[in-house]
T-cell receptor, first 114, second 115 residues
Framework: AQSVTQPDIHITVSEGASLELRCNYSYGATPYLFWYVQSPGQGLQLLLKYFSGDTLVQGIKGFEAEFKRSQSSFNLRKPSVHWSDAAEYFCAVGPNTGFQKLVFGTGTRLLVSP | EAQVTQNPRYLITVTGKKLTVTCSQNMNHEYMSWYRQDPGLGLRQIYYSMNVEVTDKGDVPEGYKVSRKEKRNFPLILESPSPNQTSLYFC??????????????FGQGTRLTVV
């Protein structure tokens, strides 16, 4: 069965420090991988996506993620966190063929301390 | 501006009173879907539609109905809402369900409370 695991429910990071949010997936075929961000009271915004090619993908707002097939992981990183990055982050996996059903992880809430 | 628009944003209703949450997209997307978001569970798909008049159940369809009479609209209908349907609902759309790499665009969400 398809599943996405985000093992950290909450993470607190000091402003200016680096960030890594973990995501592991279980999928029967080559997946397409996404990271979405949800700011308080807002919808989901796509940060970045991986379909093929270079396993290190760049996204908006200075975020990047690395696809590691051997570890079934797609961790999100940012070298220096800003207070405005406080939000909930969702990792999602989708099929590389067929319809666009996304399977989401349970999310990681990022808190940024001054 | 490309967007997915949901209405209402907030809704409080009573058990058993039928309601409809509307969803409209202006990107000419073929694929639309509804998700519900609950704490600790992430987003789960309720229903999806691959095109006009083509809909199917997602992972948690019980208690919900949908219709797709026009390409741009995909309303979510709760015929007899119950308190366990209190949740945050998101509509999403994407371009051509068979086109790989097509990302999903999400609406702003509808927070529904059933008392």
């Amino acid at each position: 069965a398809q599943s996405v695991t985000q093992p950290d429910i909450h993470i607190t990071v000091s402003e200016g420090a680096s960030l890594e949010l973990r995501c592991n997936y279980s999928y029967g075929a080559t997946p397409y991988l996404f990271w979405y961000v949800q700011s308080p009271g807002q919808g989901l915004q796509l940060l970045l996506k991986y379909f093929s090619g270079d396993t290190l993908v760049q996204g908006i707002k200075g975020f990047e993620a690395e696809f590691k097939r051997s570890q079934s992981s797609f961790n999100l990183r940012k070298p220096s966190v800003h207070w405005s990055d406080a939000a909930e982050y969702f990792c999602a996996v989708g099929p590389n063929t067929g319809f666009q059903k996304l399977v989401f992880g349970t999310g990681t809430r990022l808190l940024v301390s001054p | 501006e490309a967007q997915v628009t949901q209405n209402p944003r907030y809704l409080i209703t009573v058990t058993g009173k039928k309601l409809t949450v509307t969803c409209s997209q202006n990107m000419n997307h073929e694929y639309m879907s509804w998700y519900r978001q609950d704490p600790g569970l992430g987003l789960r798909q309720i229903y999806y539609s691959m095109n006009v008049e083509v809909t199917d159940k997602g992972d948690v369809p019980e208690g919900y109905k949908v219709s797709r009479k026009e390409k741009r609209n995909f309303p979510l209908i709760l015929e007899s809402p119950s308190p366990n349907q209190t949740s945050l609902y998101f509509c999403a759309s994407s371009f051509k369900w068979k086109v790989v790499g097509s990302e999903a665009f999400f609406g702003q969400g509808t927070r529904l409370t059933v008392v």
